[in-house]
Structures are given as C-alpha cells and as structure tokens.
C-alpha cells in the first residue's frame, strides 16, 4: 500500500518537465520569454538602433541555444520568429540561414515552419546590399533544390518551393494563383493593424531586379522540375500545378528559353495538340463533338494551369493553340462546367483576325445551347470580342440571335429585350406569372382573386432587385459599346423610372447605366431622356452607395438644361444631402455646392458694398462742417470800378488795383519793393487818390456775415 502513495506537485511538475524533454516540447520559461520579446517588438520600445541590435543579439542567443524546433512549435515561436526576421541585421540573417540549412527538409515540410522558411526568403532582398549575401542566399537555395521533387508534392513544401522561385526570378506572381480560397479569405479578415492586411490585389506578375546569379540557379530549378520521371501527374497534382503555374507566369517574364521548354513539355504532356476522335454517335454536321476534350481541360486543378499558360502565351503559340485544339473543341468546352472557364480565357487573348471570325461565326449557331448549359460567361466573351475587334457584320446579327435565344416575339406590345438580358432569362419563364392563359384555365373556384396575383396590366412585370443578374448586366455593357446598338437602346429607355431605380442601386446594374452613360455610341438625345426619367429618383439615388455614382456619370453626359433640373432638386434637399456620406460627394461633383459657396459670396460683397455706401453717407456732413464750400459770387462794375478803367485807358494806373498787383507780380523777384513803390511822373496826384478812395468805399457793399450751419 505504501508504494501506491499519491506523488506530490513537485513530483508532479519534475514528471511533467521530463515529459516535455522526451517529446521536445518548450518549456514554459521559454513560451513566456518569446511572449515578452514579441510584446517589446510590438510596443517598440527601442530608443535608437544600438538599443535593438543588442537587444536582437541576445534573442538570437536564445534562439540558437533552443534549436530549430522552435519553429515547429505550434502557433505560438512560429509566429513570433517571423516578427523577429525582418528585425535581424545582416550579419545575424546569415547565420539564421546557416542554422536552419541542415533541417531544411524537414522544416518545409512542417505545417508551421513552412511559414518560416518563406518569411526568410522574402526578407532576403533587404539585405542584398549586404557583400556575399547573394552567394549565401544561393547556397542555401541549392540545399533546398535537392529535395524539390519531394517538396513539389508536398501541401507545405511546394509553397516554400513557389516563395523560392519568385524569390530567385524576381516576379511576384498574384495570389490568386500562389494562395488557396481559404487563405485569401483569412488575410481579408485580418485586423486593421496587422502587417498581413491586404494593401492592393495585384492581377498581374510584378517583376524587380534582382541579381544574375539568382536567375541562373532559377533556370537550374525550372531543369530540376522538368527532368522529373512523372512530369505528367504533376499536371494535375493539387500541389505541384500552382508551383508549375508560377514557374510558367516567371519564366515568360524571365528567361524566354526557359519558358519555351516547359511549355512543349506541359503541352506534349498534356495531348492537347493531339485530340481523339470521339467515336461513332457523331451527326457528320457537328464537327465540333468530333474530338474528345483532352483530360487536363476537364480537371479541377489542371485547368487553372492551362489558362496561366494561355495568359503567358506568346502571338505565335496562341495561334497554334487556336488552330490545332480549340478551333476543334471549343464548343465543348463552351457547354463544359468547367473546360467554358478556358474557353472563356482563350477568348479574351485570342488576337488573330482570321480566329476571331471563326469563333463568333461557331458560337453564335449555339447560343442557346451554350445558355442552356449554364455558361454564360462564354456569351458575355462572345459580345466582348464582337466589341473589341468592333465587328460590325456581326453586331446585328448578334443581337438577333440573343433576342432568338430568350424568346423574343416578334412583335411584343413592348421591347423587353434589356429587361431579360439583364436577368438573363427567357421571355416565357420571366412573364410566367402574369400569363392571363394560364389564369384562365383554372375552374372558377380554383381561380385566385385579383389581389392574390396581382399583375401589372397588359401583363408586363416589373423588375426586382433580385431579378438582376451580374453576367446579364456584363452582357448589356457590352451591347451598349455596339455602333448599331439602336434596339438595346431604346428598349432600355422604356423601363418605367422604378425599374430604373432598382438598377441604379444596385451593385451589378449600376455599371450597365454607367456604361450607358460614358458609351459614344449612344446619342446624347437618349441619355438625356434617361436623365428625365431618373428626375423623380434624384434624391433617394444620391443617397445609395452606387446610385450617387450613377448620378455623377448621368449628370455630365446631359445637357445644360436638364443639370439645372438636377440642381434645383439637389438644393431642396442640401441640408439632408449634406448630413449624408454619399450626398455630400454628390453635391459637391454636381457643383451646387460651389454654387452654394458662390452665392454667399456675392451675397457677402453686396452687403460690404452697402456697408460702404452707408459709411460715405455718414462721413459727407462731417466734412462739410469742417470744410464749408461757399461758391463765388460775381462782382458788378461799380462806379469805381469804372473810373479806374476809364483811367486805364488813358495810360494812367492807380495804387492799389488788381491790374497794378498784377504787373508787380510779374516783375522779377529779384527788384525791390521799394523800387516799384516809387513815384511815377506820370501818376495822378494824391488829391485825386483819395477822391477816388472815398468813392470806393462809399460804393462797396457791406458783407453779410455767412452762418455756418447744416
């Protein structure tokens, strides 16, 4: 009894370390440290550089002393070991290369350290400044190349093989191809502020310099990989085919011999050249069902590598892609669920006139077939390479066959042929319900009442929201770019102005009237009548998240007239609009909120120029009273005034006239006055001066004093 005592915690804890040791898990001391350098990362708390390369110093002493599980830890060193890389200096990212090189297989192959390996070699193009870094980098490169055959197959390990060849050829190929859905779906719902937020989704390879010596261990990998015995199964291997998607997407950016080689090897492969005949069953007039559809077409995973190789295709292997496979299959494809999403690729890089025509010529004789089996996608290409080589000859008969295909009659009571293009469904299944036929064969009891069915008159049917279909709004973009697009047109401008509003807010259908809009093949007449109609719709569309943007594109494709109608409905509604997101934009593109900021101004430069004139009203009697202006009243000839011109006359001047003051001042300055004051012999007698003096002043006037008042 005694040997079956419970053991105490000690014992317990001894047990559990020892445990932990046997199986190579971390202790708990080790978890803690890492969690307390990943929160000093995250708080950067570094004064200055010297301060975080010791500190970085002494983590990687921790890092070299615990190994290299600690990447295989779970996800808790995993992931803070790829926070501390990109802080690593040059020196230390070297050695971390040199650690981790000879457990390089197994570290790849690891769900966890997976992650670690390709957060090294992103990082390493930061440190290619670094002297022998490059060779450093390729040595570790030619580690991993030894394993490539098993890393290619492997869910982790190609991957790191897909990072490594990006890495080395300098192309960053999107992640659509390099990254599952899941995996995308994940990085979009990371937090705000973490690094793995989706800045900008790259659709096309982006391509840096990077040095020679990377490129040529890159063409020694692409030989690698194609000398592999089962080259063919790694077509449609779920691991190796996007690892030979990047390799095919690098190389055409790359090295153009390289890409060479590995397309004859995935098409000689593949047979796609080489297409049996289906067998016997065959009418002599379907030339297209003839020929089987090669395996790697109908594959899940081998057809995304066949539309990488169609986009890195050159003219000269498009055209042999064209003329030897897909001019024999392509209806095949076309009612394929999965083969019409190839067929859909080749057709928007098909360039050659001559299988431009083939094609639309084929496909336009099966386009209830194709819509039958659900791809509409090829329909929607079809329409798009009509518009871009802009054939004409076919717009018309393009249109007819599409209007053939949903069951257009031919004389309807009105056009409903953008109505159905937009829900992409025939005329029979889209008025089924208000089909008075059927109605009325129903006995009269099982005959519903008028408020059960409801049905608009005539029988037209408005459309829903749910009604609109994406493909179907594609199409009718498409149609809108035609120059004989007259028909499209005008059955578009008979949607009442609800239906109009139901487009317009929607995701999908507002970029059909965008297009309508922006298109210079429609006149100018028919968008300012979809203007009119949309009149009554202004305030609630400038308040949507895509109606606002259909009412910027609207409003400048339509005439004078018909913006100032626009405006005066968005100044009735200024002070809501401006409270909302949408409607201030609005408002502002419309220009009534310049025309806002405009007439406060001109109302401001009335009001100082009354304030001005106010003012100067103020200030005149002011300066009258300072200034008083009396004007000069005219003096009449008295009798003295007349002797002394009598006198003047007779050559005789008197003292004290203006004639003489006159003349003085006309004298020059530089004579005395006393000289001019000298006796004349010639002047009158001072007997006569004051008779004349006493004259004067019994004649003058006495003044009258002026008042100065108001």
């Keep these: 009894m005694g040997e079956n005592k419970a053991k105490s915690p000690q014992d317990k804890a001894g047990t559990e370390e020892e445990d932990d040791e046997k199986v190579g898990r971390l202790s708990q001391d080790t978890l803690k440290y890492f969690q307390r350098v990943e929160q000093v990362l995250d708080d950067n708390v570094f004064d200055d550089e010297e301060q975080k390369e010791t500190f970085m110093r002494n ?81 570790f490169c030619k580690v991993l190349r030894k394993h490539s055959s098993k890393l290619i197959r492997n869910t982790y390990g190609s991957h790191v093989l897909s990072t490594v060849l990006q890495v080395l050829s300098g192309v960053t190929v999107p992640e ?57 199964e790694l077509l449609c291997h779920r691991n190796a085919s996007p690892v030979l998607q990047v390799m095919l997407l690098a190389s055409s950016k790359v090295s153009e011999a390289n890409y060479q080689l590995l397309y004859e090897a995935i098409v000689s492969r593949g047979k796609i050249l080489e297409l049996e005949e289906s067998g016997a069953g065959v009418e002599e007039d379907d030339d297209e069902l003839l020929y089987r559809l090669p395996v790697v077409f109908t594959d899940e995973v081998g057809s995304h590598l066949f539309e990488a190789l169609i986009k890195s295709a050159n003219d000269e292997q498009l055209e042999e892609l064209g003329g030897k496979c897909f001019k024999r299959c392509i209806l095949s494809l076309c009612i394929h669920p999965l083969g019409n999403y190839l067929a859909q690729t080749y057709l928007r890089c098909v360039k050659t006139s001559e299988h431009v025509d083939f094609f639309i010529s084929r496909m336009m004789k099966y386009l209830e077939d194709i819509l039958a089996a659900g791809s509409m996608g090829c329909v929607v290409r079809l329409a798009e390479l009509i518009s871009k080589f802009e054939k004409t000859e076919y717009q018309k008969k393009y249109i007819a066959a599409l209007s053939e295909t949903l069951h257009i009659p031919e004389d309807p009571k009105e056009n409903p042929f953008s109505k159905l293009v937009m829900c992409m469904r025939t005329y029979d299944f889209f008025f089924k319900s208000n089909n008075p036929e059927e109605t009325s064969d129903l006995k009269p009891d099982e005959n519903p009442s008028n408020s059960d069915i409801d049905p608009n008159k005539d029988g037209v049917k408005n459309l829903s929201n749910d009604d609109i279909n994406y493909h179907g709004c594609c199409l009718l973009q498409h149609l809108f770019s035609f120059k004989k697009c007259r028909r499209v047109v005008e059955s578009f401008l008979l949607l009442t102005p609800d239906e109009l509003k139901v487009i317009a807010c929607n995701p999908y259908g507002s970029f059909s009237i965008e297009h309508f809009c922006k298109s210079e093949n429609v006149p100018a007449k028919s968008k300012t009548i979809l203007g009119e109609n949309l009149l009554c719709h202004t305030y609630e569309l400038a308040c949507d998240k895509f109606g606002s943007r259909v009412i910027d594109c609207l409003f400048k494709s339509i005439d004078d007239g018909t913006q100032e109608r626009f405006k005066y409905i968005l100044r009735e509604h200024k002070s809501r609009l401006e409270t909302n997101l949408y409607g201030r934009i609005v408002l502002y593109n419309c220009g009534v909120k310049q025309y806002v900021n405009t007439m406060r101004e001109i109302q401001e430069q009335q009001q100082q120029k009354r304030k001005k004139m106010f003012e100067e009203i103020l200030e005149e009697p002011i300066k009258k009273k300072e200034i008083p202006v009396v004007q000069p009243k005219k003096k009449k000839d008295d009798r003295a005034e007349r002797y002394r011109k009598q006198l003047a006359a007779l050559g005789i001047a008197i003292e004290g006239t203006e004639e003489s003051n006159k003349e003085e001042k006309q004298n020059d300055d530089s004579v005395k006055k006393e000289e001019i004051q000298e006796e004349d012999p010639q002047s009158p007698p001072d007997d006569l001066c004051d008779v004349l003096s006493a004259i004067e002043a019994s004649v003058i006037p006495s003044r009258k004093k002026v008042k100065i008042g108001r």
């Design 176 to 232: 659509l191809v390099t990254k599952s859905q899941t995996a995308r779906k994940m990085k979009k719902k990371a937090p705000k502020g973490s690094k793995h937020r989706v800045e900008e989704r790259a659709l096309e390879p982006v391509v840096i310099d990077v040095p020679r010596i990377f490129k040529k261990c890159f063409k020694k990998y692409v030989q690698v990989i194609l000398d592999d015995i089962n080259f063919g």
């Design 59 to 139: 983590v990687f002493v921790q890092i070299e002393t615990d190994g290299t599980h600690l990447a295989r830890h779970s996800n808790k060193t995993s992931r803070i070991i790829e926070k501390i890389i990109p802080c690593l200096s040059h020196e230390l990212f070297e050695k971390f290369l040199h650690l981790i090189q000879d457990e390089i297989e197994m570290l790849s192959s690891d769900r966890f350290s997976s992650h670690v390996i390709e957060t090294i070699c992103k990082n390493c193009t930061t440190h290619l400044s670094s002297e022998n870094f490059a060779e450093v980098f390729v040595a």
